[in-house]
């Protein structure tokens, strides 16, 4: 996924603020979804962040195109894994391991058989 860096997403000296960096990703993930007809969050079920490791390298400024990945590194019966990356021109600006449990009725349970097949 790209998207443009707006003024929004910046501190007064027009560097990316650092918890844009995970509104990036979020937004990432939730595409991976959009693009096959799927929402991330439906009424009573939905991903959570429970853990994560983040290593912000350069910074991104007002105005860079940044492409955000996503892959899945492992995945568990309500659990999965996945690593992020931002970067400008193939430069590595960020990067991040998630670990996302599946909520149901706000109580960890299974990930349904069409989320997984998603990640593959």
Not at 12 to 41: D, I, M, T, W
Not at 79 to 102: G, H, P
Request: glycine share 4%.
């Amino acid at each position: 996924m790209k998207i443009r860096v707006y003024y929004e997403d910046t501190d007064c000296g027009g560097v990316v603020y650092h918890s844009n960096y995970f509104n990036f990703c979020e937004r990432a993930r939730s595409e991976l979804f959009f693009q096959k007809g799927l929402s991330p969050h439906n009424k009573d079920e939905f991903f959570v962040v429970k853990s994560t490791i983040a290593d912000w390298i350069k910074p991104a400024i007002f105005g860079d195109i940044l492409e955000i990945s996503a892959k899945l590194v492992e995945k568990k019966s309500a659990s999965i894994v996945m690593y992020q990356e931002i970067t400008r021109d193939n430069e590595v600006l960020f990067k991040a391991t998630f670990k996302l449990a599946f909520l149901k009725n706000f109580k960890p349970s299974k990930i349904p058989l069409d989320f997984f097949e998603l990640f593959n």
